[in-house]
Each structure stands twice: as structure tokens, then as C-alpha cells.
């Protein structure tokens, strides 16, 4: 039995004049981006070029982590032709009818294969939008399923994809832990005993599809959450959707440009940095006219999901104390989808 009823697929909301009941939100003024003073247009999270001299993009990278928890990257090295490559094979396996994609129906919530959100299980309405997660190389016997005959080729654009964001995902890293003071050294990346074989490695993709929507007003792509990471880097379509929040300023619209990339920094990476930088609430919105892809490359870290994550003593400083327990990334996602926006407070030490 596929986790998705039928009736209830995005697949088949195509067509639909009106929002079902239970895609409706219920959405307060507070939900929106009309900013407080009418004329005031709302600073973004900055562009940063990474072929700017190491000095500089640290300094900015470390103020937008700061203030925002995210930012957003120019030369960043990954070709055109790969974010091209890994859009289209998206698009494609959205384009395919409900029932092929659900041949590929993930057998949990959220994890490998084609499903909802794996956040959706917290909120009583449902979200606008499908996607496609590849934790794990189960990933290509779905591929398979959905391309008999081009399998080959779409395999070698997501290994080439993760192995291209893993390499900017170490960068971005030494970059951010650069502006903290520390480098990648300073991590004590512990192992726990008995914890052997990861299941989910070191990142995942999840590909996303918002459809077009009759009512976006009332309806939410993707609901406010964290990211579980170290950090995530997106790839948007030429459609905008994308909202992150601070509390200076509301919810801020991340509008989407060619060749741009998105950075999050993620809960593990607020942990490590003994809560100096937050992780960044964000939400995808969608559109009246426009459907909307977007790539998301979620990264736990250089080491694995069974490592041992804490606070970096030096960070913490001599006379410092921690604010978190270690965790592993594995044991971190457990916690997170039981209690979901309360999982830092579950592993505060005071
Ligand atoms: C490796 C991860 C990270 C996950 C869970 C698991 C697999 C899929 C990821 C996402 C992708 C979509 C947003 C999110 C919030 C979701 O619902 O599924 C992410 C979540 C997280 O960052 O917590
Ligand atoms: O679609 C977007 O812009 C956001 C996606 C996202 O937040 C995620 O995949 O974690
Ligand atoms: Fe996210």
C-alpha cells in the first residue's frame, strides 16, 4: 500500500479551480512578506562571490551567518550544465504520471524515494508540493522503475552532483568555521561505540516540485522548518518561493537568480558552534501561474552520519560551557522528527 492515497496525490491537483480543505492554511498577517513600513523594500540574504580573496568572503560569509543563518553564493565552480542536468531530471520525474512516481513511493516518511515531505507528519494541512529524496544508492532501482532506459545517465548526474556539492559543502564549511576562529581541525569528530554502517552517508538530495496553485495565498509549499544539516545548499528555478525569517524582519523573500545557490546553515552546525550561528527557519511558498523546481543538498559533514557531534571546545573557550549533549547525525534526525521544533531543547546540558 504506497504511504499516498490516491486522491490525495499533488500528482492529480492539477486541474483543481479551488484549494481542497485540508491544503488550506491558515495564514495571520504575521505569515506574510508585506513589509511593516509600506516603501520599505526588504534586504536579503547577501551574494557572496567566492572568487573574492579568502579574507573578504570569510568576513561576509561570518556577518550573513550571524545575522541570517544563510546566504547566497556566486562562483561557486559547479557548472551550469550540471544544475541544468539535475533540473531537467527533475522536472522529468515530476512530469510522469502518479501512479509511476508512486511505483517509487518511499517505505518511510521522508526517506529514499518519491513522497511528501518527511516534516508533513507536524502539520495538520497539507503542503503544495511533491518530491524526491536519494538518501541511500536505493535510489537507483527507483531509477531504474522510472527510466528503463536512461537510468544510466540520471545515476551519473546525481553521483556527480553529490560528489561536486560535497566538495563546495567542505568549503563552505572551512569558510564559516574560519569566521568563527576555528578550523576544521579544531572538531573533535568522536565515534561512538558499537555505531558501524551508515545508512544515510554524508548527504542526501531531495528534489522538490511545487506545482502551479489555484489559491497560493492560502495554500504552503513547504512549511517552516530547519534544516537537519551542517548545511544545505539549494538550487532554485527561475520561479521564486523561497522565504527565510528572521525576527527583525518577518519572513524575507530569497528571490531566485541563474547560476545563484542558496546556503542554510543547519541545526548541527548551530550545535558545533555552541548556538553562535543560528539555523535558519525557512518555507517555500508557491504560484498562481508557475510551477517550481528546487534542489536541495543536504550535508551532515566531512565524517558520516555516525559520528559524535558537540560544541567546539574552542569555541566554548576555557572558561565556557556547552550548551549541547554530542549527537550523532543519525540520533539527531531521531529526535528531531519526535519532537521537531523542540529538538534543541533536547539536548540542552542546561
Ligand atoms: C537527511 C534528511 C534531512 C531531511 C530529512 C532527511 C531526508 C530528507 C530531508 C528533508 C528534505 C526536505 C525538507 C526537510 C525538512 C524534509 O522534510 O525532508 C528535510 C529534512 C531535514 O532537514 O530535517
Ligand atoms: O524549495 C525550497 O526553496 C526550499 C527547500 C527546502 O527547504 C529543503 O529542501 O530543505
Ligand atoms: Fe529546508
Given at each position: 500500500m504506497p504511504p499516498i492515497a490516491k486522491e490525495i496525490c499533488i500528482g492529480n491537483l492539477g486541474n483543481l479551480q479551488t484549494l481542497p480543505d485540508s491544503f488550506t492554511w491558515e495564514l495571520t498577517?504575521?505569515?506574510?512578506?508585506?513589509?511593516?513600513?509600506?516603501?520599505a523594500v526588504k534586504e536579503s540574504i547577501p551574494v557572496i562571490d567566492l572568487s573574492d580573496p579568502d579574507h573578504v568572503t570569510t568576513n561576509l560569509i561570518g556577518n550573513a551567518c550571524h545575522t541570517w543563518g544563510a546566504f547566497q553564493i556566486a562562483n561557486?565552480?559547479?557548472?551550469q550544465k550540471l544544475l541544468d542536468e539535475i533540473e531537467s531530471l527533475s522536472k522529468t520525474l515530476f512530469d510522469m504520471p502518479s501512479e509511476k512516481k508512486l511505483e517509487t513511493a518511499?517505505?518511510?516518511?521522508?526517506?529514499?524515494?518519491?513522497?511528501?515531505?518527511?516534516?508533513?507528519?507536524?502539520?495538520?494541512k497539507k503542503m503544495w508540493s511533491e518530491g524526491f529524496t536519494i538518501a541511500d544508492g536505493s535510489y537507483r532501482n527507483h531509477f531504474i522503475t522510472l527510466w528503463p532506459h536512461d537510468h544510466i545517465n540520471n545515476c551519473r548526474i546525481i553521483e556527480e552532483y553529490k560528489d561536486e556539492m560535497e566538495k563546495l559543502a567542505n568549503r563552505l564549511m572551512s569558510s564559516i568555521l574560519g569566521s568563527l576562529g576555528?578550523?576544521?581541525?579544531?572538531?573533535?569528530?568522536g565515534q561512538k561505540p558499537g555505531n558501524s554502517g551508515?545508512?544515510?552517508?554524508?548527504g542526501a538530495i531531495r528534489l522538490n516540485h511545487y506545482p502551479v496553485c489555484p489559491e497560493p495565498e492560502r495554500a504552503m509549499g513547504l512549511a517552516a522548518h530547519t534544516d537537519t544539516t551542517i548545511l544545505t545548499i539549494l538550487h532554485q528555478s527561475n520561479t521564486g518561493g523561497l522565504q527565510v525569517f528572521r525576527e527583525e524582519s518577518g519572513w524575507v523573500n530569497v528571490e531566485p537568480s541563474p547560476g545563484i545557490l542558496v546556503v542554510n546553515i543547519g541545526d548541527l552546525f548551530h550545535i558545533l558552534s555552541n548556538g553562535k550561528i543560528p539555523s535558519v527557519v525557512h518555507r517555500a511558498k508557491v504560484n498562481h501561474t508557475r510551477s517550481r523546481i528546487s534542489i536541495a543538498y543536504l550535508w551532515c559533514g566531512p565524517?558520516?552520519?555516525d559520528v559524535e557531534i558537540k560544541p567546539i571546545p574552542k569555541i566554548i573557550g576555557p572558561v565556557g560551557q556547552s550548551l549541547y549533549r554530542s549527537v550523532t547525525w543519525k540520533e539527531y534526525l531521531q529526535i528531531k522528527y519526535k519532537v521537531f521544533d523542540k529538538a534543541f531543547d533536547a539536548i540542552r546540558t542546561r
Open positions: 498577517s504575521a505569515d506574510s512578506v508585506i513589509p511593516p513600513s509600506s516603501a561557486h565552480g559547479i557548472s518511499s517505505s518511510e516518511k521522508g526517506v529514499s524515494g518519491y513522497g511528501e515531505p518527511r516534516i508533513s507528519s507536524f502539520f495538520e576555528v578550523t576544521v581541525d579544531d572538531i573533535e569528530w551508515s545508512k544515510v552517508g554524508r565524517a558520516g552520519d
